[in-house]
């Protein structure tokens, strides 16, 4: 869904008159069904690659069941497997980037555009665009890091654990705080519940 997010940006900045008629519930729908799809066919692809590979140990050394670690086990080498792996994860990392490249290049010129009459436009596009940027960063640079990580057995298991547990835990954990700051009515809300805590307590 960060891919569609951006998207959905777009069309609040660039066409906010016409939103409700384009983001439509269908549409909404569509959108994360084709998520799941494309999901679903990447890992149905790649299962059928495992199927075939004869296995010669069945303790995985990682956080979770990934591609890579399960080829760490295979008995001979798995070229086939490594090249769909990597292209795989190129070509989704590399149209979500191109989705979020071209839809926030639209958002800024929208932006800098209106911004000309109304300078809380630009601060405002700027509070939606950089929460879900700083996500998708951290989320980008820890998948890399994985990647490659798990193709040189020197590195420490600790490091690749690590980078792992960064992926699955820490942009789920930081996307309501980080989203949750930048809305104003819930950063007072927070704030006076905390107030009241602190109070209470004296």
Request: with cysteine.
């Amino acid at each position: 869904m960060s891919t569609f997010l951006p998207c959905i940006m777009y069309i609040a900045v660039c066409e906010p008159l016409r939103y409700h008629a384009i983001m439509t519930s269908a549409r909404l729908c569509l959108c994360c069904t084709l998520a799941w799809l494309i999901a679903l066919l990447c890992i149905a692809v790649l299962f059928t690659f495992h199927m075939n590979t004869p296995l010669c140990g069945n303790i995985i050394r990682h956080v979770y069941c990934s591609n890579r670690t399960i080829l760490s086990l295979a008995c001979s080498p798995t070229p086939s497997n490594n090249i769909y792996g990597l292209s795989m994860s190129w070509s989704v990392s590399t149209g979500i980037f191109l989705i979020i490249a071209f839809s926030y290049i639209r958002i800024l010129h929208a932006s800098v555009k209106q911004g000309r009459s109304d300078s809380s436009v630009r601060s405002k596009a700027f509070q939606t665009c950089t929460p879900h940027l700083v996500v998708y960063l951290l989320f980008e640079i820890a998948s890399v890091i994985i990647i490659v990580s798990l193709r040189f057995p020197s590195v420490p298991q600790n490091i690749k654990k690590f980078f792992s547990i960064l992926v699955v835990i820490i942009p789920p954990a930081i996307n309501p705080i980080i989203y949750g700051l930048v809305s104003k009515e819930l950063r007072g809300s927070i704030i006076k519940h905390f107030i009241f805590l602190v109070c209470r307590k004296r």
